[in-house]
Every structure is written in structure tokens, then in C-alpha cells.
Antibody
Framework: EVQLLESGGGLVQSGGSLRLSCAASGFTFSNYAMSWVRQAPGKGLEWVSSLRGSGTSAFYTDSVKGRFTISRDNSKNTLYLQMNSLRAEDTALYYC???????????WGQGTTVTVSS | QSVLTQPPSVSAAPGQKVTISCSGSSSNIGNKYVSWYQQLPGTAPKLLIFENNKRPSGIPDRFSGSKSGTSATLGITGLQTGDEADYYCGTWDTSLSGWVFGGGTKLTVL
């Protein structure tokens, strides 16, 4: 069964850091681009960052550039999101998702909640 | 303000048909594949349509997608109460070098 399982969310003060993890199973992880997508309470989906299967070519939405870093360990089938200098507006449910612009994001995790207190 | 524009809400009676529009530009929908996602209350999004009009395995043919120019449309026929959800369109934007999503459309089955 293809599965994504996020972890690492929590409550952090403004300016703090968190590292999210996404453990993948059921598919050849290194063959696929992976993304982080977030959803603030009561709001729509917002793309955060994507990384190609090889680990090269990372992409970020403007609001997180310079603060967040996406990475992956293909030997551990795990995607990461290092989040520094967190702000209240980063408060959201963070999903990891598999896929690219052709296949669409075809597998989603259940999400991990990040709450930034000011 | 989302890069892709969707109506905030649509509604129809059980058994009827509904369409949800998604408007973009030449840097996204105009030159890239569109995908559609269904988010039932309290759950993660689920891929409904990819490459503009293809359905993943397990998605019923009541769901369809189309694209024309810089706009895309999701169609749902034979509406069921279980279809009540938020629906999002998404695609890659070449100018932004990132994914963009519509603001979401809440479907109510009356």
C-alpha cells in the first residue's frame, strides 16, 4: 500500500524552528518528486515547496524562501522540511504529497499540525 | 488572492450535474496540465483528475475534467450527498516556478 506519514509538527514560539518528516512506503521513493502543501485553519490549500526525486532542483513559495529548506534521504524513503524563523502565518496543517505536474499530487499524507504562537 | 480563480461555492440537487470552473493564465493552465482534488471534511485532499481529463484508478466516471485555453472545468454528474466537499484545481506555474491552487469551491448537495 502506498502511504505517506508526516511527523514533527507541534507548538513553537515565533522565531523558532521545527523539522517536519514524511516517511514514504509502498513505492520507489527516489523516482518521484515530492511536495509540501499547507492548509491554514479554515483556508484553502497553499503549496509550500517541491523537490525532484534526485534531490536536486528545489522550489519554494516566496513567503518561505530563505526560511524553509526541503530535503530528502532516498536511502530512508523520507522527505523533510526544515522550518526556521517561524511566523504566526506559518500556522497550518502541513501535508506531504507525491507527484508532479503531469501525474498530479496522487498520494497525500494525513498531515501534521504546526502552530506558531506570537 | 489565489493565482487560479474558482467560484467559492456551487450547489445542486442529488442526481443532478454540476460544473466547477478554474481560471488561470498562459503561465499556468494555458501551458501545463491541470489536476483536481476533492477534500472531504476533516480529511486530506484526494486526487480526482490529472493531466486535465484523466481519472486515477478507483475514481468513478461521474467525475470528468476538461481544459480550454487558460481555463479548466471539473464536472460531476449523478450528484450524491457524499460528494459534498471542497474541490481544488491545481497546476504548475512557469513564471512562479511552483504549484498554484485555486481558492477552492465548496460543493453543497441540497
Amino acid at each position: 500500500e502506498v502511504q505517506l506519514l508526516e511527523s514533527g509538527g507541534g507548538l513553537v514560539q515565533s522565531g523558532g524552528s521545527l523539522r517536519l518528516s514524511c516517511a514514504a512506503s509502498g513505492f520507489t521513493f527516489s523516482n518521484y518528486a515530492m511536495s509540501w502543501v499547507r492548509q491554514a485553519p479554515g483556508k484553502g490549500l497553499e503549496w509550500v515547496s517541491s523537490l525532484r526525486g534526485s534531490g536536486t532542483s528545489a522550489f519554494y513559495t516566496d513567503s518561505v524562501k530563505g526560511r524553509f529548506t526541503i530535503s530528502r534521504d532516498n536511502s530512508k524513503n523520507t522527505l523533510y522540511l526544515q522550518m526556521n524563523s517561524l511566523r504566526a502565518e506559518d500556522t497550518a496543517l502541513y501535508y506531504c504529497a507525491k507527484g508532479n505536474s503531469s501525474s498530479g499530487m496522487d498520494v497525500w499524507g494525513q498531515g501534521t499540525t504546526v502552530t506558531v504562537s506570537s | 488572492q489565489s493565482v487560479l480563480t474558482q467560484p467559492p461555492s456551487v450547489s445542486a440537487a442529488p442526481g443532478q450535474k454540476v460544473t466547477i470552473s478554474c481560471s488561470g493564465s498562459s503561465s499556468n493552465i494555458g501551458n501545463k496540465y491541470v489536476s483536481w482534488y476533492q477534500q472531504l471534511p476533516g480529511t486530506a485532499p484526494k486526487l480526482l483528475i490529472f493531466e486535465n481529463n484523466k481519472r486515477p484508478s478507483g475514481i468513478p466516471d461521474r467525475f470528468s475534467g476538461s481544459k480550454s485555453g487558460t481555463s479548466a472545468t471539473l464536472g460531476i454528474t449523478g450528484l450524491q450527498t457524499g460528494d459534498e466537499a471542497d474541490y481544488y484545481c491545481g497546476t504548475w506555474d512557469t513564471s512562479l516556478s511552483g504549484w498554484v491552487f485555486g481558492g477552492g469551491t465548496k460543493l453543497t448537495v441540497l
